[in-house]
């Protein structure tokens, strides 16, 4: 029976691997990888032969016709992406919804995803919270950080290494020095580490160790006090 797979992949140690996602994997028809050089090296590593395709944000829109055909004609297909779970700031949304549209079953297995183990580490409020993603570039921005400045719950946040810096900055300026905040880089892997404190603390810290890997920030919602 036709189904589209989503397949999480790990964020950094390989051992985070589930044994249903490799089973998964090694069954379908083809995988739908965002890099197949990334990908290749993960499917070597557990033994998957399976076909691969790319698929990314520059080719996605022109392939899920095609994949939406290939999925009615009875194929069963996983994607996958570089690291964690597919459609959460990665290539993915356009395919689930052209198969739910196309009554089409979708199932997304459970794995990693940086932001969760990033919101429990950091000790903030993980009852209720938001996830932002990755913040505009220049338009909207400022729109975008004068919305953020009034919301009470926890925030999650991906940000780039050379854009940390700026945004550490941006957050004293928009949610004031004090705020809380919490960086975790290179979750799983072997330089992992999570920095706590305020805007300003956090701010300091890597000012003078410079910000590498990938990260994820959490910042305390406005208090209501």
């Known amino acids: 029976m036709s189904k589209l797979y989503i397949v999480p992949t790990p964020i950094g140690n390989l051992d985070d ?11 379908v028809d083809l ?3 965002e890099d197949t050089r990334t990908s290749g090296k993960l499917l070597k590593h557990f033994e998957i032969s399976t076909h691969m395709h790319s698929h990314h944000m ?12 290939r999925l009615k004609g009875g194929e069963t297909i996983a994607l996958i992406s570089d690291a964690g779970t597919p459609a959460i700031s990665d290539p993915g949304f356009l395919l689930t919804r052209a198969c739910v549209e ?4 979708v199932d997304c297995l459970p794995g990693a995803t940086a932001f969760v183990p990033a919101l429990v580490n950091s000790g903030l409020p993980n009852d209720k919270f938001i996830f932002e993603g990755f913040l505009p570039d220049k338009k909207g921005r400022q729109t975008r950080y004068l919305a953020l400045a009034e919301e009470t719950r926890t925030m999650i946040l991906y940000v780039s290494p050379h854009k940390l810096l700026k945004t550490l900055a941006e957050f004293i300026q928009y949610f004031g020095a004090e705020r809380p905040v919490s960086v975790s880089r290179e979750i799983s892997k072997l330089h992992e580490e999570t920095i706590r404190g305020t805007a300003e603390e956090v701010l300091k810290h890597f000012e003078i160790k410079a910000p590498k890997g990938e990260i994820v920030v959490v910042v305390g919602g406005k208090s209501g006090k």
């Open 17 to 27: 691997m589930t044994f249903r996602a490799i089973k998964v994997l090694k069954e």
């Open 31 to 33: 995988i739908l990888a």
């Open 58 to 69: 520059h080719n996605e829109h022109k392939t899920v016709e095609n994949l939406i055909a």
């Open 102 to 105: 196309n009554g089409i079953e």
